[in-house]
C-alpha cells in the first residue's frame, strides 16, 4: 500500500533542502561542467572523429548520465545520514508502508536529478549540438526514468550501510566504476571484451545509449549508440521496477 | 481503562535476554514510569510497545490492538519521543511538525491549526521558521513532545526525555510534563534512571536486567525501605550509638563519621534523641527515603554510577547483534 500524502511529504522535504542548500546545488551542476568543457574541450583536440560529432559532443549524453549517477546516488545516500541523525526514526515508527518510504525517497532522486540534468542539458548549444523539441522531451523523460532507476539503485546500497563512514566507500568502488564502465567517455564497442561485459550489467550503460540515439542520431562509426533504443529504453525501465522492488524489501526486513 | 497490557513479554538479541517475561499494566491518562539501571531493558520494551521489535514471547496490547500484528493501529495510536532527537535539522520547526502532520495523515483542514497549537504549546510560536540547528536541547525536547502530539495520540512514549538537558531546561520540560495527561487526555509512558524524575508519576516500575522487580506508586515503593533515616554527628559516635540502640531500641550503626538510624517516624523521633543524649549532638540530619534507596534495597547496587558500565556493555552487544542480524 503507498500513502499519497507520506510520499508527497518525503519529496517536498528533499525538494526543499535542496533548494536551500545552494553549496550543493553549484556542486552537482559544477562537476559535470568541469568534465565537459575541460576533459572533454581538452580530448577533442585529441580525439579525430572526421566529419562526425567530436569528443566534447560525444561525450555530453555521458556528462547527463553523470549529473543523474551523482545526484541519484547521492540523495539516496541521504537515508544513511537520516538513520545517522535519528530523522528516520520518525519515519520508519509513522503510521505508513516501508514501500512508501522507498517511492517517497526514489521520486526524490528522481526529482532532483532530472532538474539538475535539465539545467546540463541547457548547455547544448554551446557545444554546437542541434536538438528539437520532441527530442527534448525524450531527453527529460529518459533521464527521469534512468534517476529512477539509480535512485532505487542507491536506496539499496543505502540499506547495507549504516553509516556515512562508508560513503566513500560507495563512492569509490560502485560509483566511479560505474561511470567509467557506462560508455560515457569511450564508446562501449572499443572497450576490451572482459570490460565489455561490465558494461552490459550496468543500466547506465542504456541511459546513456539512449541518450546517444536522441542527441545525436544520425551518427555512424565509432562513436554511434552501441545498442537500439528499444533496448535501452526497456533495460532502464526494468532496471527502476527491479531495484525498486529490492529496496523495498531491502527496507522491509529492518521492521 | 487499562490503555497498555503487557503479559510475560520476552525479547532475546541472540544469547542475551534484553526482556526477561515482564507483565504491567497502565491505566488511561496516567503518567506511568520505567525506571531502572542503562542496559535495563527499558527502550528494548518501549521498542516493542511502539511495535519496532517483535517480540521473542509473550503478548503486548496497546489500546486494545496487538503491538507485533496490527503495527498499524497501534502507530495511530501513540506518539514517541526518542533518546536522542529525531528532528531534522535542516528544517524549521514549522516544517517538522508538518512534515508530522502529513506523515500521519492529519486531515488538510486541521493539519496548519495543529500545527499552530503546537507551536504555541512548546512556546515556540515565535521561533516556528528557524531553523532546528539554530534550537537549544531544551528546546527542541518541548518541540518534539508537542510535535508527538500532533495527531492526538492516545499513549506518548518518551525515552529518557530529560538526557543531556540541564537542570533548569529539565525541571521545566517537567512541569511542561505534568500537565499532559489532563490538558491533551493522553497517557504518558516514560523511561528515566534520574530517581528524582520519577517522583512525577502516577506508578513506576522497576526493571533490573530484564525483570521487575517492584512496582506501584512512588510511595508504596518507598515503603519497602522502611522509615526515615536520621544522620547524627555527636562528641563520641560510639557511645551514643549504643545509648540510643538501648533506649529506643532502634537499629544505629555508624559510618563515615555519623551515626546513622532508621526509623519510622523520623521528625517525632529527632526530639526524643536529642533530649536525651543532647549534650554530645554536633549536628543532626534527616532523610526521607528517595526511589534510589529503593533500588538500593531491592538490588544492592546503586542505580547510576558502576553500575551503568554493565548496562553500557549490554547495550553494545544488542546494537552489534542488531547490526549483524536486522540491519537498518
Redesign the interface.
Known sequence: MI?A??V??IVA?EF??FV??RSRLVSTIARPLVWLFLVGGGMSRLVPTGRGVSYMQFIFPGILGMTILFSSIFSSISIIWD?E????????????SRFSVVIGKAMSGMLLSTIQSVIILAFFPLLGLRIGPLEIIGIVFVCAVLAFALSSFGIVLA??Y?SYESFSVIMNFIVMPMFFLSGAMYPVKVMPPVLQYCTKVNPLTFGIDALKHLIFPLEKGPMSPDFPFVIDLLVIVAASVFFVTIGGKA?E??? | MQIIRVDSLVKKFGAITAVDGISFEVEENTIFGFLGPNGAGKTTTISILCTLLAPTAGTAYLNGHNCHSESAEVRRSIGIVFQDSSLDKDLTARENLLFHAYLYDVDKAERKKRVDEALAFAELSDRADNLIKTFSGGMKRRLEVARGLIHRPKVLFLDEPTLGLDPQSRSNLWEFITDLPKKHNVTIFMTTHYMEEAEVCDKIAIIDKGRIIASGTPQELKKIVGGDVIYLKTTDNKKAAGQIRELFGVEASEKDGEIFISVLKGEACIPDIIREIGERVLSVRMQRPTLNDVFLKLTGKEIREEYASAGDDIKEAVRSYRRRHDRG
Open positions: 500513502e500524502n507520506a508527497y511529504v522535504r526543499k533542502k536551500r542548500e538513520k541523525f535519528g530523522f528516520m526514526k520518525e519515519i520508519l515508527v509513522a503510521p505508513i540499506s547495507f549504516e527496507f526486513r529492518k521492521g
